[in-house]
């Protein structure tokens, strides 16, 4: 009797041990849409009021922690501008988002500072799927961005392709990394993780198809721009009160 | 100030995909050397047709090898052509490669046939082999020589648009990315094709003086002297659309030369203005000239051309350092640069590199001790 006992115990940890492995690996790749969720009654949009920011870094934090992202790599960043009386423009951003922004060493004579958080656009024309051979990056119905990482080849086209840096060769995995929206929260109801850490509400997630979204109604109510339109591939992240400076 | 987006501090183009266009474009030059002779009838590049057209076999044979090394998952690089994306302009690469691979192999088999047959009816391995690759077949006779003859040349000529869409489109991967102002000109495929052109009569003459001294040949004047003349006139057209499309951004002033501008004074100054341009390009550009101008003794013209040769074949390098590397360090914020030193022992580092660039010499040799590559080494050369 205590043997059987001592076997189901045994079978137990070793289920949740198994559990516990396979939870991070499945939390990597962008998970197909589930249960009851209709990528066609969506378009994800996405939305920066940089009026807002204040730099803290909560939602780069929350986005590794998430997604599992390696360290010196990213899916979200904050840049920090600071601009002189001379119209000399400073660009950092953070190392280290645990550590978050340190003081400048010389601030000078600072008269405008700001900062953006930048991530993936997901662009209606997106560069990065037009030169991916194998068709491993894609667009989902519903407006993300994705790679396929078990198609993916790792030829880095795709990274040398985007005009906003946002791609990435994960050193783990070999393959194409990047922002997915979160997609596994996304269908499941759940904010961006990014979105959901920002204490601000500088970083706004919505559905572009529903007028009463707070993306939609930002959008309708506020200036916005995006980044590099010249490119022609129409981003979905729009930005509210950007700066001339930021690229 | 400087300033790079986080992901762009690490290069994911490095020293393998320097080698890969550096490879192809020895390809589509040694090709088209070979084409001038069995297509144009360029009579006085006879000595170096058939090592040409070898060269250009076994420099594609190595070709795709950088890019399996860089991939990131090798074991799938085969869905390019399975399950390609044909908005892709890398998902022309299978098609491009394996067609101009196939026509590469059928033209060696023709052209080569003579020399494939004398081998096969002797005894010994390289005799099976010779026999395996005439599939058995080891009649010969007038009728077949000019029926190898005719497709031989069927062959070289249509080899020649698919040597330059070949290299074209390794110029096209870089010259269509919108996103990388120093790559995305539409002169970038032209370029390419022409220094590829320029890399290959450079290791053709380079090799040929190495072989010819190793065995102690006289080396063909008069061959020498052609290639040297068509490796002027390229390496003209070439350099002229480097410096015009650089020239034209310059005088433009746009917004982009403000940081171009610094790429070039800065980041590439030394590979790209001093090595690239005034080194390896200006010099040879003049010990050329002399050898086209002026009448010299053949050896202090053989001197200068083969000094030209080696000089050029290091500038196309360079040439592809300063493309893939440097527009890597230019970072898509336009506020600053990042850096890149190679690995020595690193999966795509400097010793990898070597190595496959190696390799084709090494096969060469061994196609070479099956069926001679130089008239000078036929049996019937020596005795003339």
Same mark, same amino acid.
């Given at each position: ?33 589930? %249960? ?95 030169? &991916? ?9 519903? %407006? ?17 392709? &985007? ?15 990047? &922002? ?25 997630? %919505? ?41 | ?11 994911? =183009? ?14 589509? /030059? ?46 799938? $690089? ?65 009728? @077949? ?13 249509? /080899? ?10 390794? /110029?096209?991967?870089?010259? $269509? ?35 010819? =001294? ?33 020239? $034209? ?57 083969? @000094? ?36 020595? =022992? ?39």
């Amino acid at each position: 009797m205590s043997d059987a006992v001592t076997r189901r115990e045994a079978l137990k940890i070793l289920g949740a041990g198994v559990g516990l492995i396979f939870v991070p690996i499945g939390r990597l790749e962008a998970a197909e849409p589930g %249960g009851d969720y209709d990528p066609d009654k969506h378009y994800w949009g996405y939305a920066v009021d940089t009026t807002k920011c204040i730099g803290c870094c909560a939602c780069m934090r929350a986005c590794r922690a998430e997604n599992d992202v390696p360290d010196g790599y990213y899916r979200t960043w904050i840049e920090r501008y600071t601009i002189d009386a001379k119209g000399e423009v400073r660009v950092d951003t953070v190392e280290d988002e645990k550590l978050g922004f340190q003081d400048l060493e010389d601030e000078g004579d600072t008269v405008k500072a700001f900062f953006v958080p930048k991530i993936c656009n997901h662009c209606e024309k997106s560069v990065c799927n037009q030169v &991916c051979p194998v068709g491993a990056a894609y667009r989902t119905q519903d %407006g993300a961005v994705l790679v396929d990482t078990k198609r993916c080849i790792g030829c880095g086209y795709c990274v040398q392709a &985007c005009p906003y840096g946002s791609r990435f060769i994960n050193p783990r995995t070999h393959t194409a990394d990047k &922002c997915t929206l979160c997609y596994h929260r996304i269908t499941k109801g759940l904010l961006p993780a990014c979105v959901q850490a920002c204490p601000k509400g500088a970083r706004v997630f %919505g559905d572009l198809n529903d007028p009463k979204s707070a993306i939609s109604i930002l959008l309708k109510q506020r200036r916005y721009r995006v980044l590099k339109p010249e490119m022609g591939t129409h981003p979905k992240c729009y930005y509210v009160g950007l700066d001339r400076e930021v690229i | 100030m400087n300033y790079v987006f986080p992901n762009e501090l690490h290069v994911t =183009w490095s020293v393998m995909i320097v080698l890969y266009p550096f490879i192809t474009g020895l390809v589509a /030059g040694a090709f088209i050397v070979s084409s001038l002779y069995h297509v144009f009838g360029r009579k006085e590049l006879k000595p170096v047709a058939r090592f040409s057209l070898a060269s250009a076999f076994v420099f594609l044979l190595f070709a795709p090898i950088p890019l399996q090394i860089h991939l990131g998952h090798p074991e799938r $690089s085969l869905n390019i052509m399975i399950t390609p994306n044909f908005s892709s302009a890398m998902a022309g690469f299978g098609y491009i490669y394996s067609t101009y691979l196939v026509l590469v192999v059928l033209e060696i088999w023709f052209v080569f046939r003579g020399d494939f047959l004398a081998r096969a009816r002797g005894t010994g391995p390289a005799a099976w082999l010779c026999r395996v690759i005439l599939l058995f077949d080891l009649r010969e006779d007038d009728a @077949t020589r000019r029926a190898d003859a005719k497709i031989a040349k069927f062959l070289a000529g249509l /080899g020649i648009p698919l040597a330059c869409l070949m290299h074209c489109y390794v /110029g096209f991967l870089f010259g $269509s990315l919108k996103a990388n102002t120093w790559w995305s000109t539409a002169l970038m495929f032209v370029i390419f094709i022409f220094s590829a052109i320029v890399s290959g009569i450079s290791v053709l003459i380079f090799h040929y003086f190495l072989v010819s =001294w190793i065995n102690r040949w006289r080396v063909d004047a008069s061959c020498v002297h052609a290639l040297a003349r068509y490796l002027w006139g390229f390496m003209i057209i070439a350099v002229a659309l480097e410096l015009l499309e650089v020239l $034209s951004i310059a005088y433009k002033q746009t917004e982009e030369w403000e940081i171009l501008g610094l790429l070039i004074s800065k980041k590439l100054f030394v590979s790209y203005v001093v090595l690239q341009l005034a080194v390896f390009s200006l010099i040879p550009f003049l010990l050329l000239a002399a050898t086209a101008l002026f009448r010299l003794r053949d050896r202090l013209a053989s001197g200068l051309i083969v @000094t030209a040769a080696t000089m050029l074949l290091i500038q196309v390098l360079l040439m592809r350092w300063n493309v893939v590397i440097g527009g890597q360090l230019l970072s898509k914020s336009m506020r600053g640069f990042t850096s890149y030193l190679p690995g020595i =022992w690193e999966k795509e580092g400097l010793v990898m590199a070597a190595i496959i660039f190696t390799m084709p010499f090494v096969i060469l040799y061994v196609f070479h001790r099956i069926v001679p590559l130089f008239p000078s080494s036929r049996p019937e050369a020596v005795t003339t």
